[in-house]
């Protein structure tokens, strides 16, 4: 059964910082990986997906990074802004009838 | 392109009472997927259909949820009856099996009272 795991379960930064979220997976087998953002209240935002094939997929200020061998992804984000707060989500796929499970999130607060 | 359409968006029940939710993936979107997000959790797979056939359907309580997409396009979730620990928000989302990715509707916020 996959396991997906993100940490930090909650980061706050200052505006401007650099930052780094990870997600981490049990079984390497993986179909493909997405990023997600979701705002108080709201669905889900697609960030990123990141095919199995891929070492990386980059989106204005973000930047994925898959390493299946080591069970990894980090979700990178430049010069962190105030908008930027929200709640971050990595999804791994499983298989062609792409089987989905999600991380608990990292709540990520920007501070002005 | 349109995006996954949800409805009602929020709703308040008492508990014992029955509710329905319904969802309308973009169009041409083969898989359909109900997930369940309780405060402060990650989102919990419910069911999900490949056209109208049910793929994976193991973590969806059986005896009190049910689900069904019967032309293979928009589904329905019903909850009866329904139960305090229901409450949570119920989301929707529809993926192009070819392509990856997953795309969520705005969600319906339950709560049992």
């Known amino acids: 059964k996959q396991e997906v795991t993100q940490i930090p379960a909650a980061l706050s930064v200052p505006e401007g910082e650099n930052l780094v979220l990870n997600c981490s997976f049990t079984d390497s087998a993986i179909y493909n990986l997405q990023w997600f953002r979701q705002d108080p209240g709201k669905g889900l935002t697609s960030l990123l997906l990141?095919?199995?094939?891929?070492r990386e997929q980059t989106s204005g200020r973000l930047n994925a990074s898959l390493d299946k061998s080591s069970g990894r992804s980090t979700l990178y984000i430049a010069a962190s802004q105030p908008g930027d707060s929200a709640t971050y989500l990595c999804a791994v796929h499983m298989g062609s009838y792409q089987k989905v499970t999600f991380g608990t999130g990292t709540k990520l607060q920007v501070i002005p | 392109e349109a995006g996954v359409a949800q409805s009602p968006r929020y709703k308040i029940i008492e508990k014992r009472q029955s509710v329905a939710f319904w969802c309308n993936p973009i169009s041409g979107h083969a898989t359909l997927y109900w997930y369940q997000q309780i405060l402060g959790q990650g989102p919990k797979l419910l069911i999900q259909?490949?056209?109208?056939?049910?793929?994976?359907d193991s973590q969806l309580p059986k005896d009190r949820f049910s689900a069904e997409r019967l032309k293979g396009v928009d589904s329905t979730l019903k909850i009866q009856p329904a139960k305090l620990e229901d409450s949570a928000v119920y989301l929707c989302?529809?993926?192009?099996?070819?392509?990856?990715?997953?795309?969520f509707g705005p969600g319906t916020r339950l709560t049992v009272l």
């Open positions: 989302a529809s993926s192009l099996v070819e392509r990856g990715g997953l795309f």
């Open positions: 259909f490949q056209n109208n056939g049910v793929v994976d």
């Open positions: 990141i095919q199995s094939s891929q």
